[in-house]
């Protein structure tokens, strides 16, 4: 079972930017996308239970970042918009045989599987 992560680079304030992760060996019933910050800790940026369609985000990216799903290339999306230099970030791609629910969804250490960072830089 692999994740493999991509769509990262250099983007100026205010461009798009859309992150993929191809997932290989299995389907999965949530995907996240989580980043971490120069000398940050890893938070959580978006999530969705593809059962029932609910989706999450953090507070600092609604209604500028989508997560989606493509299921006949089993790989799942996030897009971004409206970048910003606090955006900066490794970005991750994670997910869970599980449907994980809103309690749990924005906690790291439910899912098993993790996919290699993509680095997003947010520069003029």
């Known amino acids: 079972v692999q994740l493999q992560a991509s769509g990262g680079g250099l983007v100026h304030p205010g461009g798009s930017l859309r992150l993929s992760c191809a997932a290989s060996g299995r389907t999965f019933s949530t995907h996240a996308w989580f980043r971490q910050p120069p000398g940050k800790e890893v938070s959580f940026v978006a999530g969705?239970?593809?059962?029932?369609?609910?989706?999450y985000y953090a507070d600092s990216v609604k209604g500028r970042f989508t997560i989606s799903r493509d299921n006949t290339k089993n790989t799942v999306y996030l897009h971004m918009a409206s970048l910003r230099s606090e955006d900066t970030a490794v970005y991750f791609c994670?997910?869970?045989?599980?449907?994980?629910?809103?309690?749990?969804?924005?906690?790291?250490?439910?899912?098993?599987?993790w996919g290699q960072g993509t680095q997003v830089t947010v520069s003029s």
């Open positions: 969705s239970r593809w059962s029932g369609g609910t989706k």
């Open positions: 994670a997910a869970s045989p599980r449907g994980l629910i809103a309690s749990t969804i924005r906690e790291s250490p439910q899912y098993e599987y």
